[in-house]
């Protein structure tokens, strides 16, 4: 059974630039969430789909944004890049809710910004 | 707000030692408590789920145990071998928040 893949593994953007990153969840799965995990602030959630609809979201600037297909793929997009952007980004699926069922993490995007 | 702590943040211990990580929380309205590990540049692998009306469990020589009342979550390891090097990381899913919040993390070294 395939995990959770997201891609590109690695990114590097210039500042200013946009980004859009992508995930897979495992089959089945309906619930994404996003983290952004960095040396200073550690894991920091950025927001979790369910079923297409966003079901909570973090405390981050608007130039962070995701969608869920109806597929249950997500992308997540920065627009304006800026050099605190650069960072590991960690997509998690669940089978439901992560209330109920926890988390399954993918191997995470790192992003550069430059 | 939730806050979440691990101690140590680091540990060093021989091969074959059973050693145990700690994680606190500071809030006690949790749906789950999850243990992760994370080798380093990689996603995190979950290896427990406890959900907040358990008190325990258990997978191969890995046990975590969940006090709610207190705020205290261990991650038990048997028998650890150099291959358990990794930093483990604990992460509680809060009622209210709709997401988990993680803590440091242990980065622990078994030396063969």
């Known amino acids: 059974k395939a995990g959770v893949t997201q891609t590109p593994r690695y990114l590097i953007k210039t500042r200013g630039q946009q980004v859009t990153l992508s995930c897979s969840p495992i089959?089945?799965?309906?619930?994404v969430s996003w983290y952004q995990q960095t040396p200073g602030q550690g894991l920091q959630f950025l927001f979790e789909?369910?079923?297409?609809?966003?079901?909570n979201k973090g405390n981050f600037p608007g130039r962070f944004s995701g969608r869920q297909f109806s597929n249950s793929r997500s992308e997540m997009n920065v627009s304006t890049l800026e050099l605190g952007d650069s960072a590991l980004y960690l997509c998690?699926?669940?089978?439901?809710?992560?209330?109920?069922?926890?988390?399954?993490f993918g191997s995470g995007t790192r992003l550069t910004v430059v | 707000k939730q806050e979440v702590t691990q101690i140590p943040a680091a540990l060093s211990v021989p091969e074959g030692e059973n050693l145990v990580l700690n994680c606190s929380f500071t809030?006690?309205?949790?749906?789950?408590l999850q243990w992760f590990r994370q080798d380093p540049g990689k996603g995190l692998t979950s290896l427990l789920l406890?959900?907040?009306?358990?008190r325990e469990q258990t997978s191969g020589r890995l046990n975590a145990s969940l006090d709610k009342s207190s705020g205290r979550s261990t991650l038990y390891i048997a028998a650890s071998q150099p291959g358990d090097s990794a930093t483990y990381l604990c992460?509680?899913?809060?009622?209210?928040?709709?997401?988990?919040?993680f803590g440091d993390g242990t980065t622990l070294t078994v030396k063969p």
């Open positions: 998690a699926s669940s089978l439901g809710t992560p209330d109920n069922y926890g988390y399954t």
């Open positions: 089959s089945g799965h309906r619930s």
């Open positions: 789909y369910f079923s297409e609809t966003q079901r």
């Open positions: 809030d006690s309205a949790i749906y789950n």
């Open positions: 406890i959900q907040s009306s358990q």
């Open positions: 992460a509680v899913y809060n009622t209210n928040a709709g997401k988990s919040t």
